[in-house]
């Protein structure tokens, strides 16, 4: 049958402004609506073999690229802030093992969505040689930079309300993008983020013949076993019969 897949890695950003939000009407972190859009986006890619890597001021590889949704949905549905050190954003680091995972996969189409609120920090390395490999392996990115030029707010006591400001460099963001094939994206307000997956999701679609397997199950055994117990009760009152 014909499907339409990628392979997919999204990386996100955990560093600590992800925990403030853009609209004073929406009061939802910029990390719990990447979450949620991410989930969202995994579910609506029923084809697509999808990763998962956090960054902020170290990288991991928090789940390998699978087809097992139910296990990648369940990893994202539990993530929080401060699973891994929040006190820097090492961007390229995390690009660069979004594209060592992807460098052997035999799809057609490799696709990385990098979801990132802020610029890389000092401990970061420079981006330009894993651009070239990301080049090299034929390795899309796709960029969302999160929060709007004027910055982010935050709840800190006892001052209540405050406006942060949090750089976030569009022009590295774009260059990545722009090198790759991929489109850069900025998302000022929550709902942006959504539609910016949407515009992803309808861009990479690649189709592809899958094999269609149908496995099927005797279903006559248990009926089998209902009759021999009737024929043996049967049996029993009849001897029973006989004997009185």
Not at 78 to 89: A, N, R
């Amino acid at each position: 049958i014909e499907v339409e897949g990628n392979d997919i890695i999204l990386m996100l950003d955990v560093s600590g402004s992800m925990q403030l939000f853009d609209d004073l009407k929406d009061t939802r972190s910029r990390f719990d609506v990447a979450k949620q859009e991410a989930l969202n986006f995994i579910r609506s890619r029923n084809h697509d073999p999808i990763g998962l890597i956090l960054f902020g001021a170290t990288a991991i590889s928090r789940c390998p690229v699978t087809l097992d949704k139910a296990i990648l949905e369940e990893i994202l549905y539990k993530l929080e802030l401060g699973e891994i050190d929040s006190e820097g954003t090492v961007l390229a680091v995390g690009l660069g093992m979004a594209v060592n995972r992807l460098r052997f996969s035999q799809s057609t189409s490799k696709v990385i969505i990098l979801l990132t609120d802020g610029a890389p920090s000092e401990q970061d390395i420079d981006p330009a040689p894993v651009l070239t490999l990301a080049k090299k392996y034929g390795i899309k990115v796709y960029t969302i930079g999160v929060g709007g030029k004027d910055g982010g707010y935050g709840f800190i006591q006892p001052h209540g309300l405050v406006h942060f400001k949090t750089p976030l460099n569009e022009e590295l963001l774009k260059k990545i993008a722009d090198e790759t094939g991929g489109e850069s994206f900025l998302a000022e307000k929550p709902e942006d983020i959504q539609s910016i997956y949407k515009k992803i999701d309808a861009l990479e679609k690649k189709s592809y013949d899958m094999p269609l397997y149908a496995r099927y199950n005797e279903l006559f055994f248990p009926f089998v076993l209902a009759a021999l117990f009737l024929l043996c009760c049967e049996i029993i009152i009849r001897w029973y019969r006989v004997i009185v």
